[in-house]
C-alpha cells in the first residue's frame, strides 16, 4: 500500500513535471518592419520566440522580406544562394537572440505562405544545389534562423509542403505551422513529417493555432486531439483592423488561464506586435500575462 502510493506520488510528478516543461513557449509574430519595431522591448517583455511575418519566396527561388509597415520597403534578401538583405538588416534579426544577459529570446522563426512552393518542388526540386535550398540555407547562416513558420490559408497542398519541410529540415530549420481551418490537411502534413520521430528530434515541433478571426471559435484540446501534440494558441492584441477580436492583456489573462487549466498546452502568444506599438499598448503587461500562465 505504502509502495503503491509512492509510486503514484511520483508519477504525478513526473506528469506535473512534463506539463510545466511543455508549457513554457512564450510567442509573438512580428508584423512590424524590425528594422523600426522597439527591440529593447521585445527582447525583454518575457517573449522566447518571435516569429517574423512576411517571408515570402519568388517564383525563381529568390526571397522576399516584405515590410508590412508605412515607410518601409520590400527587401530582397536572399538569391543566388547568397545573403543579399544588408548587414543592418541581419544584424537587427541576429541581435534578437544576442547577449542572453539582456533578451530572454531564444528562437527565432519566419513566417510564410505557400505561394510558389509546389511549383518549385515540382521542377527544379529539392536538392542541395537548387537555388531555394541555398538561398534558404544562406538566410539562415545570416540571420541566425531556427525555424520557418508556414502560414498556408489557401494552397493546402500536402505533397509539396512535404517535400518543402523536408528540405529544411536538411539545411537544420524546424518548421512550425499557423492554422486556422482544415485540420485534416495539417495532420496529414503533421503524421507525415513526424512518422518514426520523437523529441527533440521532431521536424513540425511547434503548432501555433490561431484563435481570432477566422480562427475565433477554435478550441485548442481540440486541435491537440487532431494533432496528436500539444498547441500554442495564439491571441489578437487591441488593434483598429478588426477590433472585435482585439484581446487586452487581462482578457488574454483569462483566456489562457482558463485553456492551461483544462489542457496541457505547450505556451501562448500573440498577434502581432505593429498593433501593439500603434495602438500604444504594453509589451510588458502582454508579456507578463504569458511569463505568468506558461513559466
Keep these: 500500500m505504502i509502495f503503491h502510493t509512492l509510486a503514484r506520488a511520483l508519477l504525478l510528478e513526473l506528469l506535473l513535471f512534463q506539463h510545466v516543461f511543455t508549457a513554457g513557449i512564450r510567442s509573438i509574430f512580428l508584423f512590424k518592419d524590425v528594422m523600426k519595431s522597439n527591440t529593447t522591448a521585445l527582447k525583454t517583455s518575457g517573449f522566447n520566440s518571435l516569429i517574423i511575418f512576411g517571408v515570402g519566396i519568388l517564383d525563381n527561388g529568390d526571397i522576399m522580406y516584405y515590410s ?45 505562405n505557400a505561394q510558389h512552393v509546389r511549383a518549385l518542388m515540382t521542377s527544379p526540386g529539392s536538392g542541395s544545389d537548387t537555388p531555394l535550398y541555398r538561398n534558404f540555407a544562406a538566410l539562415k547562416a545570416a540571420w541566425d534562423l531556427d525555424a520557418v513558420n508556414n502560414d498556408d490559408e489557401s494552397l493546402y497542398d500536402v505533397a509539396s509542403t512535404v517535400a518543402f519541410a523536408k528540405m529544411l529540415g536538411k539545411i537544420g530549420y524546424k518548421y512550425t505551422i499557423a492554422p486556422y ?71 488574454a489573462r483569462s483566456k489562457f488561464s482558463a485553456w492551461y487549466q483544462r489542457y496541457a498546452l505547450a505556451g501562448g502568444g500573440y498577434w502581432n506586435d505593429y498593433d501593439i506599438e500603434k495602438m500604444g499598448l504594453s509589451y510588458r503587461e502582454y508579456g507578463d500575462v504569458l511569463s505568468t500562465v506558461f513559466p
Excluded at 538569391?79 to 527565432?108: C, E, H
Design 68 to 112: 508590412n509597415t508605412p515607410g518601409s520597403k520590400d527587401v530582397l534578401v536572399a538569391s543566388n544562394g547568397a545573403y543579399v538583405g544588408g548587414d543592418a538588416l541581419a544584424a537587427k534579426v541576429r541581435s534578437f537572440k544576442a547577449d542572453p544577459n539582456t533578451t530572454g529570446v531564444q528562437r527565432v522563426e519566419i513566417s510564410m
Design 181 to 251: 481551418t482544415n485540420i485534416r490537411f495539417w495532420a496529414a502534413v503533421k503524421q507525415q513529417l513526424n512518422s518514426g520521430l520523437a523529441e527533440p528530434d521532431l521536424l513540425l515541433d511547434r503548432v501555433y493555432l490561431q484563435c481570432y478571426d477566422g480562427g475565433a471559435s477554435n478550441d485548442p484540446g481540440s486541435w491537440q486531439s487532431s494533432l496528436g501534440m500539444k498547441v500554442v494558441p495564439l491571441l489578437w492584441v487591441v488593434n483598429d483592423s478588426k477590433p472585435s477580436y482585439g484581446t487586452t492583456a487581462a482578457q
